[in-house]
């Protein structure tokens, strides 16, 4: 699927990416798309064995631990600077769905942890990335945020509100980086992966048919606009957020149903720790 879309086109080839969040779903996608166009990937996340068997799936490098943990980041940045020589990209994508449920009963400790994973961790790996590579050398960023961080929805007021200050941070950074740092960020509507299984899972066919174009997102959609965004080709794009979402914001004006995705938001009960 990815070589047909020309990536050998993008510049990418030889240049250094770090993703997070990349042992499956979007951020898999991504870190297999920029390794197809050539570039070095290192991925992260937390589970050891899946960071191990991804790097090797890609020949690529990665380490295992929380975005959420600032001393990991600083450990990604060297691991990437020390094996490649350098840190072109980085793609913010690990991110928490939680505490689910109405704000009025968001634990203190759990809505913390959603901003240090979802809005800290992304500035944090950037300035990482900025003082050892960027600052100098240039390059781009991607934060992965959501549609739904454009309206409010049932029971993802932290989700909903952290990736909200992302897609804000993402647009201060550009601004304070440029022109040397181009950053940018993808926001997607509904994608086959772990995370939002509990949405699609039980009847894709209604969520399918109430988008403007048919299906839900598949990682790859995702993957091919976050590499664009990174490579040459969007070379004067900063501060923007590419929406990815099969038409999710332009639904009313295709069909009068009702919102699946907050039907099944408002329905879920996620099952108790
Ligand atoms: N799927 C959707 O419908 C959808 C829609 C809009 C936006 N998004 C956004 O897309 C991005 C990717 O989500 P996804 O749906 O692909 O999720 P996913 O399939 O659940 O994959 C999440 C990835 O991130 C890693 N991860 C999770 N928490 C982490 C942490 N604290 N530190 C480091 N790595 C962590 C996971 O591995 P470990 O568990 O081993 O850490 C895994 O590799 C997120 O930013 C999400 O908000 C998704």
């Known amino acids: 699927m990815t070589s047909s879309y020309g990536l050998e086109g993008y510049g990418l080839r030889g240049r250094a990416a770090v993703v997070t969040g990349a042992t499956r779903g979007i951020g898999r996608a991504v870190a297999g798309q920029l390794a197809a166009a050539g570039a070095l ?13 991804t790097a090797d799936e890609l020949g690529g490098i990665g380490v295992s631990g929380s ?9 990604v940045t060297e691991l990437a600077l020390r094996a490649f020589g350098r840190i072109d ?14 704000l009025m009963d968001a634990d203190p ?3 913390r942890e959603a901003f240090a994973v979802n809005v800290e961790a ?10 050892a590579w960027m600052r100098e050398h240039g390059g781009s960023v991607v934060n992965v945020c959501t549609e739904g961080a454009g309206h409010v929805g049932p029971n993802v007021g932290a989700y909903g509100t952290s990736k909200a200050a992302l897609l804000h941070l993402t647009q201060q950074l550009a601004g304070e980086l440029a ?16 995370m939002a299984r509990f ?3 039980p009847g894709e066919e209604q ?5 403007p174009l048919g299906r839900i997102g598949e990682p790859e959609d995702v993957a091919r606009a976050v590499v664009w965004l990174t490579s040459d080709a969007a070379e004067w794009v900063t501060g923007a957020d590419l929406l990815v979402d099969g038409g999710t914001r332009v639904r009313t004006a295709h069909s009068a149903r009702e919102y699946a995705v907050h039907d099944r938001l408002r329905s879920y009960a996620p099952p108790r720790s």
């Open 207 to 211: 969520l399918a048919a109430g988008l």
């Open 89 to 102: 990209v980085v793609v913010n994508n690990a991110a928490t769905n939680q505490p689910y449920g109405p």
């Open 179 to 194: 022109p040397k740092v181009r950053v940018n960020s993808v926001s997607p509507g509904l994608v086959r992966t772990e």
């Open 41 to 53: 990937v290192c991925v992260t996340a937390r589970d050891a064995d899946e960071v191990r068997s």
């Open 122 to 131: 992304p500035l944090r790996l950037v300035q990482c990335a900025w003082r």
């Open 199 to 201: 949405v699609w899972e």
């Open 67 to 75: 975005v959420g943990d600032p001393d990991h980041l600083r450990e």
């Open 109 to 111: 400790g759990a809505w």
